[in-house]
Every structure is written in C-alpha cells, then in structure tokens.
Nanobody, 120 residues
Framework: QLLESGGGSVQAGESLRLACGGSGFTGFSFGNYVIGWFRQAPGKEREWISCMSNRDGDNDLADAVKGRFTAMDTVYLQMNNLRPEDTAIYYC?????????????????WGQGTQVTVSS
C-alpha cells in the first residue's frame, strides 16, 4: 500500500517536502516505475502536479507549481514558497514502466493522501 508523508499546516512562503512510500509495497524494489503527484482542493477536481521516472529521472511539473515545486529522487515532492491556493489533499501514485504522464489512468496504485494547508 502506498503512503504519503510530510503534509502539514504552514504559513504562506514556507516549505514542505512530501514523500511517497509504503510498508510492504514492493513496487520500489525493482524495475522501472513512475511516481505521480496529484492534489484535490475542496470543491475542485483532482489536479495533476508532477511526475518522475526512476529510470532516467525524466520529470515534469504543472505550470501552476513550476519554479516552486521540485520532483526529487523519484519519490519526493519538494514544495517551496507555498501559497494558500496550494491547500489541498496531496496524493502520490505509482505506475509501472517508464514515461511520465499527467493522466490518472497511467497509475496503478494510489496513496490515501496527505493534507497540506497553507495559511496567509
């Protein structure tokens, strides 16, 4: 089972680092995989944020977070200069193979989500 960690409540301008892991989850142990990060704010649809491939480090970020968020070491999402509009539940997702994708269907396993709250 995938599990996100690192969420919390911060002030605008502060940073958080989210991690995607999982006790007993073997998907990180071998082969090629992609980790995607999505978020969902109250009353809004789920939004793709980033993805990263473990094979070659290929990664991509949504325009809304470029320059502030960074996908790192495949399983981490470094979030700097957080804004109130970043408040959401953040989900990591695992997909086999290689090749980043913004599409939720690309991913086979999902975490339960971690809350990120940014106050002004």
């Amino acid at each position: 089972q995938l599990l996100e960690s690192g969420g919390g409540s911060v002030q605008a301008g502060e940073s958080l680092r989210l991690a995607c892991g999982g006790s007993g989850f073997t998907g990180f142990s071998f082969g090629n995989y992609v980790i995607g990060w999505f978020r969902q704010a109250p009353g809004k649809e789920r939004e793709w944020i980033s993805c990263m491939s473990n094979r070659d480090g290929d990664n991509d970020l949504a325009d809304a977070v470029k320059g502030r968020f960074t996908a790192m070491d495949t399983v981490y999402l470094q979030m700097n200069n957080l804004r109130p509009e970043d408040t959401a539940i953040y989900y990591c997702a695992w997909g086999s193979g290689f090749g980043c994708s913004t599409r939720a269907q690309r991913y086979d396993y999902w975490g339960q989500g971690t809350q990120v709250t940014v106050s002004s």
